[in-house]
């Protein structure tokens, strides 16, 4: 039970500033995933907050009170890795009651063996108890190295891409358990992960980091339909949101996208207005965009050429040129075109999004 | 090269006593056919490959290219050519020379040469950037080199092992589809072996599924999908996985079977039952659903439907997928992003009788009760 306040925090090392200025505001009992590409700085946020790596400057505080100079112990926080670091030679059971039996903080051992058995019900590994490690498959050990981590209740549990290294269905059915468990943890949860679909899935709320730097902060909902720049767009989505360059120029006084002679009309309001002549990029989700033979009655459409169409199982994917750029969209199943054949991308203008080129910075998001 | 049909085939490593690595294979490679050899780690795939290309001695079997037996032909005589997952191109020559290499060892002429080597580059386009090293390249730019080494001797068949498990997501996708536009371009025999399922359905004309060293089921993608023979094939394909219950079958002497779970109708099959289904049907049987077929509603509206509670509700941004426990499983369904459901709410689910799969508990074979004249009576 706590919450994480993270102030002004930056972390340098000797060469390179890791972390630049990060505040961040986790609530109590919260699960909040950061959420980033390798080296955006979501480990060592991780680590700064258990208390295993120092701040260069800036606060942290659970509860309100500081806590940079306590010990990763003083903390209460427990941690899982993505690598599970079980001991060989003890059984599940020694395994998860490791915790309870450190010097300074040791149960007595019917308490022991209550919260053991608890935390094993829970997570649906008390029929192999006496087993050891070797003798599990991945997604067992994993549940070992959380019931390790959960047993003595820690206020703060921080979870370090815990499901990374196992395989893709695997994961997934991971996902669901701990979806489903977090409601019987009581503890504050700090997930981080480069999976998209797992940060959408699990957290409350969500931040989206690059390279130091915190993009954008909300619930899963806020940051899919609504991202704060093309960073986020282009992280959350598979097959990834499709981007084409252009500017916004005025056209019989309506602002307009446009692209050599291409032309999208812009919904009317003051900042498109602002920024007639600037640099932009149009986006649109691969799930957004119809197919059509024939020119469709909308001026919502870009000609283009299929390049190839992939089949998968209920639907299909066809990756048609646009111009230079590809563009990925859904498609029917059941609808085979052919290579290089003349297609129109057509969208509803409530599913355009548009950014500045030379920031990212949304202009134009679902709904707007 | 027509055809490359693998007779009875099987690898044992350990001068040929050890487990097998690929158990009785026999399978018809078409010609000019995008073949996808599918299953988890271990199941015997980059054995196949190997044989194939010549790289590894088949220990059983024959192996024929247009009905020649070629099991002692060595690699360079077969007409082949390899993509591997670690590109192994090398780094400080100019990628010009990595893709010419092939042509050169074969003393090709220079004219010659550098024509095939502006074709390769063009059909993978990678024009602009034929005058650096492979060690200033991305990820992807190296698999492209690769591939356009492969291609430029333009030979009868294609082998590729895991070609973009090293790529990320983006990459991964752009790569695939360019794979697909260059055996659209192309149209030689691509064999392509992957662990990722998605792959296999976007490229293959037809996949062969492995699991264990034996070939489970060989079909189009939608065959694979649609019909599975059986439990393995059905659970492998498809994501989030086939939903499975153990279900009781009752049958009466007027010739109706009961399909009930936890003593819960599922459904009824009525028609002539003969003996062998009857014998079937007497076995412990599993049924088997799609996430995207299970029907759910938060009113009773078949007499079929069974009780479920909610568990897990996760939005995945294009599509949400439901956890709900029956009894004591969990099943999952797909649902539309937006629809939000409380923890715990109650909710009605429904099996549509065309979308059960029936499977022998056993053995995970695939059971056709379609042969019984079936109908729901209810």
């Known amino acids: ?368 | 090269m027509a055809e490359i049909i693998l007779d009875h085939v099987s690898k044992r490593y350990g001068k040929g006593h050890g487990p097998f690595a690929v158990k009785d294979l026999s399978l018809r490679i078409r010609d000019k056919e995008f073949m996808v050899f599918l299953g988890p780690s271990g199941c015997g795939k980059p054995s196949i490959l190997r044989m194939i290309a010549g790289l590894e001695e088949i220990t059983e079997g024959k192996l024929s290219f247009d009905n020649k037996p070629v099991n002692d032909l060595p690699p360079q005589a077969r007409d082949i050519a390899m993509a591997f997952e670690n590109y192994a191109l090398y780094p400080t020559v100019a990628v010009r020379d990595n893709i010419a290499f092939p042509l050169k060892i074969r003393h090709w002429p220079q004219p010659r040469i550098d024509e095939k080597v502006a074709w390769a580059a063009k059909a993978v386009q990678i024009t602009d950037i034929l005058h650096r090293r492979p060690f200033e390249l991305s990820g992807g730019q190296q698999q492209r080199v690769s591939l356009a080494r492969a291609i430029v001797r333009e030979p009868q068949a294609f082998l590729f092992d895991e070609p973009l498990s090293h790529l990320d997501m983006k990459q991964r996708q752009v790569m695939r589809a360019e794979i697909k536009r260059l055996y659209s371009q192309l149209k030689k025999t691509m064999i392509y072996v992957t662990h990722d399922q998605n792959e296999a359905m976007a490229l293959a004309d037809r996949i062969a599924v492995m699991h264990r060293a034996e070939l489970q089921q060989v079909g189009t993608p939608e065959e694979i999908v649609n019909d599975p023979a059986n439990a393995f094939v059905a659970r492998f394909v498809g994501e989030p996985a086939m939903n499975f219950l153990d279900v009781e079958v009752r049958m009466e002497d007027n010739g109706t079977a009961w399909i009930a779970y936890a003593g819960c109708l599922l459904a009824a099959l009525q028609g002539t039952l003969d003996p062998v289904c009857r014998q079937v049907l007497l076995a412990p049987l599993q049924v088997g659903i799609r996430p995207h077929r299970i029907e759910f509603s938060e009113t009773r509206v078949h007499a079929t439907d069974l009780a479920a509670e909610v568990g897990a509700c996760e939005s995945l941004g294009e599509r949400g997928v439901l956890t709900v426990r029956l009894q004591s499983q969990d099943l999952k369904i797909l649902t539309p992003p937006d629809q939000t459901f409380r923890k715990a709410q109650p909710l009605w689910i429904h099996f549509p009788l065309e979308h059960m799969y029936f499977f022998s508990k056993e053995t995970g074979k695939r059971l056709h009760l379609d042969s019984l004249s079936r109908r729901l009576t209810l």
């Open chain 1, 1 to 368: 039970m706590a919450d994480i306040v993270l102030e002004n925090v930056r972390k340098c090392y000797s060469n390179h500033e890791a972390i630049c200025d990060l505040s961040l505001e986790i609530r109590d009992r919260e699960f909040f995933v950061i959420l980033g590409e390798s080296g955006a700085g979501k480990t060592t946020t991780l680590k700064m907050i258990a208390g295993v790596e120092p701040v260069t400057s800036g606060a942290i505080l659970f509860n309100g009170q500081p806590i940079q100079n306590l010990t990763p112990e003083e903390r209460d926080c427990a941690m899982v890795f993505e690598t599970y670091a079980l001991y060989p030679h003890l059984s599940v059971y020694e395994n998860i009651a490791f915790p309870l039996r450190a010097p300074g903080r040791r149960m007595p051992d019917n308490q022991i063996d209550q919260a053991v058995l608890r935390i094993a019900r829970i997570l649906g590994i008390d029929p192999f108890l006496d087993r050891r490690p070797a003798a599990l498959s991945g997604g067992q050990r994993q549940r070992v190295a959380l019931g390790r981590a959960l047993v003595r209740q820690p206020a703060v549990f921080l979870m370090d891409e815990p499901l990374s290294h196992l395989d893709a269905r695997l994961r997934n059915e991971m996902r669901t358990e701990i979806k489903t468990m977090r409601e019987s943890f009581g503890s504050t949860i700090v997930y981080v992960t480069h999976d998209y679909s797992e940060a959408l899935a699990l957290g409350d709320r969500m931040a989206i980091m690059h390279r130091g730097r915190i993009e954008q902060v909300g619930t899963p909902s806020q940051v899919f339909r609504r991202p704060a720049n093309r960073l986020v767009a282009e992280s959350l989505g598979d097959p990834p949101m499709n981007f084409l360059a252009g500017t916004i120029t005025l056209d019989q006084n309506r602002s307009v996208f446009t692209r050599g002679s291409w032309r999208i009309p812009l919904p009317a309001s003051p900042r498109l207005r602002g920024c007639v002549g600037k640099e932009v990029c149009l986006g649109l989700r691969p799930q957004h965009i119809r197919l059509d033979r024939a020119r469709p009655d909308t001026p919502f459409s870009l000609p283009s050429k299929l390049f190839v169409q992939e089949l998968l199982g209920d639907h299909a994917v066809a990756s048609v040129a646009v111009g230079d750029r590809l563009f990925m969209a859904l498609c029917e199943a059941d609808q085979a075109y052919s290579l290089d054949e003349l297609l129109y991308l057509a969208w509803a203008p409530e599913h355009m999004y548009l950014f500045l080129e030379d920031t990212g910075e949304t202009l134009l998001a679902e709904g707007d």
